[in-house]
């Protein structure tokens, strides 16, 4: 299979980490961003222990300029990014009549924002080169809406929209767009809900368990796949059957 540079963001996360290994495991070269070096430097020796040696390149995907710098360092370091995959991510919960503005703007600037940031210094090189792969990582609340989430649902959604046009922008041109609607998986970010909360989400779940990082990232390496080469503007939604339907 040909070799691929892929860039994850947010891939020292949970979804993302299974993510990076993924992609490796397929025979790509994987760069990731971090913001805090103490914690990368500690995920970069657990990956290391492993057998997998990804780029790490410093940066904040809520900054247009540090995402294009660290776009900027994985092209220089590993070659054009042909792979992207957005899943850098936040929650702020609170119900909309409580919420603060920052809360707001923080998860739109982190969940979709990021996505204009990082996919426009990338999307140029992929439509010259005439082939490219990117993936947003939404989320089944981006679908159904989720109560305490107007934030993140908002941000989720906008990024279907923005999949959809720029999958018709450049179908032309081998470049695939598509999303990822994870269901509820076992990540630090689920795992901060209270343990009872997640004992009722998993009750609703059809498959009776949370999701685990692996099967996202099953996901995203099949339409990275060569193959997958007719695959776009869709959302794949992968959620033990908790959101069935259109
Ligand atoms: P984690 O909290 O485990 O990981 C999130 C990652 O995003 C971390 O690497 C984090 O880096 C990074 N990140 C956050 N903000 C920024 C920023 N401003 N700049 C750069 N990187 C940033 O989350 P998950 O792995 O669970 O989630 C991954 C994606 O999947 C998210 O988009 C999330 O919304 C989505 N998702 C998750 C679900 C779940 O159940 N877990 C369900 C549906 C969707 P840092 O360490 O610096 O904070």
Same mark, same amino acid.
């Given at each position: 299979?040909?070799?691929?540079?892929?860039?994850?963001?947010?891939?020292?996360?949970?979804?993302?980490?299974?993510?990076?290994?993924?992609?490796?495991? $397929?025979?790509?070269?994987?760069?990731?961003?971090?913001?805090?070096?103490?914690?990368?430097?500690?995920?970069?020796? $657990?990956?290391?222990?492993?057998?997998?040696?990804? #780029?790490?390149?410093?940066?904040?995907? &809520?900054?247009?300029?540090?995402?294009?710098?660290?776009?900027?360092?994985?092209?220089?370091?590993?070659?054009?990014?042909?792979?992207?995959?957005? *899943?850098?991510? /936040? #929650?702020?919960?609170?119900?909309?009549?409580?919420?603060?503005?920052?809360?707001?703007?923080?998860?739109? *600037?982190?969940?979709?924002?990021?996505?204009?940031?990082?996919?426009?210094?990338?999307? =140029?090189?992929?439509?010259?080169?005439?082939?490219?792969?990117?993936?947003? !990582?939404?989320? !089944?609340?981006?679908?159904?809406?989720?109560?305490? $989430?107007?934030?993140?649902?908002?941000?989720?959604?906008?990024?279907?929209?923005?999949?959809?046009?720029?999958?018709?922008?450049?179908?032309?041109?081998?470049? #695939?767009? *598509?999303?990822?609607?994870?269901?509820?998986?076992? &990540?630090?970010?689920?795992?901060?809900?209270? =343990?009872?909360?997640?004992?009722?989400?998993?009750?609703? !779940?059809? &498959?009776?368990?949370?999701?685990?990082?692996?099967?996202?990232?099953?996901?995203?390496?099949?339409?990275?796949?060569?193959?997958?080469?007719?695959?776009?503007?869709?959302?794949?939604? /992968? *959620?033990?059957?908790?959101?069935?339907?259109?």
């Amino acid at each position: 299979m040909t070799s691929r540079v892929a860039l994850v963001t947010g891939g020292t996360g949970g979804i993302g980490t299974a993510i990076c290994r993924k992609l490796a495991d $397929q025979g790509h070269r994987v760069a990731t961003n971090y913001r805090n070096e103490e914690k990368a430097r500690a995920w970069e020796a $657990q990956m290391k222990s492993e057998g997998y040696e990804f #780029t790490l390149v410093k940066g904040d995907v &809520t900054s247009p300029e540090e995402a294009a710098a660290m776009v900027r360092e994985v092209e220089e370091t590993l070659g054009p990014v042909e792979i992207l995959v957005n *899943n850098a991510g /936040i #929650t702020r919960d609170g119900t909309f009549h409580k919420m603060t503005a920052q809360q707001w703007y923080d998860v739109i *600037n982190t969940n979709l924002n990021s996505v204009f940031n990082v996919t426009r210094p990338v999307i =140029e090189g992929m439509r010259e080169r005439k082939w490219g792969r990117i993936i947003q !990582i939404s989320s !089944i609340n981006g679908l159904k809406g989720q109560y305490g $989430q107007a934030n993140y649902a908002a941000a989720k959604a906008g990024m279907h929209g923005f999949t959809i046009s720029l999958a018709r922008e450049n179908a032309k041109l081998g470049i #695939t767009v *598509n999303t990822v609607s994870p269901g509820y998986v076992a &990540t630090d970010m689920v795992m901060a809900v209270p =343990e009872e909360v997640r004992a009722k989400i998993a009750a609703d !779940i059809p &498959t009776g368990r949370l999701g685990k990082p692996e099967e996202i990232a099953y996901a995203v390496a099949f339409l990275v796949d060569e193959q997958a080469s007719w695959i776009t503007g869709s959302n794949l939604d /992968i *959620n033990g059957g908790h959101h069935m339907g259109w």
